[in-house]
């Protein structure tokens, strides 16, 4: 697809679930670089006021959705990596939705800039064609699942099966231009990520 706006450096940040990768791209975001996540944005076609509330609806059942409430987001999830095809009809219907949004961001912006787009199916799905350059912060499984476990509201089969639904990490590791293995300090990683800004800038903004 290729760039979008010649103002805009694009890095599209993914990596595994429990990985950090929100914390990457806030932390990038605290550097300077303006920040979209894709998950934010696909969960607000969840809320009460949802425009696909009756699609969603009709997916999952009126459980998942009741009246004038958000979405029960974990019921959604639980049923959708259980059973493929329903993952796969929610997909169908938000990716698009959630693809117009964050273009609807990224062309609002007009200054030049550089932008960290947090997106977990970034090579599942065409997303990595958008961008200058990518990034993967990845864990071992097991190091993951401490730290899913950690902040809670997640079982560890479902953890396994969210994992088993996504692209292999070796896989993205292999088709990143940048890789993180976030297991250091909160030092050691501010470091790395400020050698990645340099090369981002010296790549795109000699």
Not at 132 to 139: H, I, Q, R
Not at 144 to 151: F, P
């Amino acid at each position: 697809m290729g760039k979008i706006q010649e103002n805009i450096t694009l890095l599209g940040v993914t990596g595994g679930v429990g990985t950090g990768k929100s914390t990457v791209t806030r932390m990038l975001e605290s550097k300077g670089m303006i920040r979209i996540d894709s998950d934010e944005i696909a969960k607000s076609f969840t809320d009460s006021n949802s425009p696909v509330r009756k699609e969603i609806q009709d997916i999952f059942g009126k459980n998942c959705f009741p009246e004038a409430e958000p979405a029960d987001r974990a019921m959604i999830a639980k049923i959708a990596f259980s059973e493929p095809e329903k993952k796969k009809a929610l997909e169908k219907l938000v990716h698009p939705l959630v693809r117009k949004e964050f273009l609807n961001r990224l062309l609002a912006i007009t200054e030049k800039a550089m932008v960290a787009w947090e997106v977990p199916l970034l090579f599942e799905t065409d997303s990595y064609t958008l961008c200058d350059a990518t990034l993967c912060v990845y864990l071992s499984e097991d190091q993951a699942w401490d730290r899913v476990k950690e902040r809670g509201g997640m079982s560890e089969e479902d953890f396994r099966k969210r994992v088993r639904n996504q692209m292999n990490i070796e896989k993205k590791k292999s088709l990143s231009d940048f890789i993180i293995r976030n297991d250091n300090t909160k030092e050691e990683l501010d470091r790395e990520l400020d050698i990645i800004l340099k090369k981002l800038q010296m790549r795109f903004h000699p």
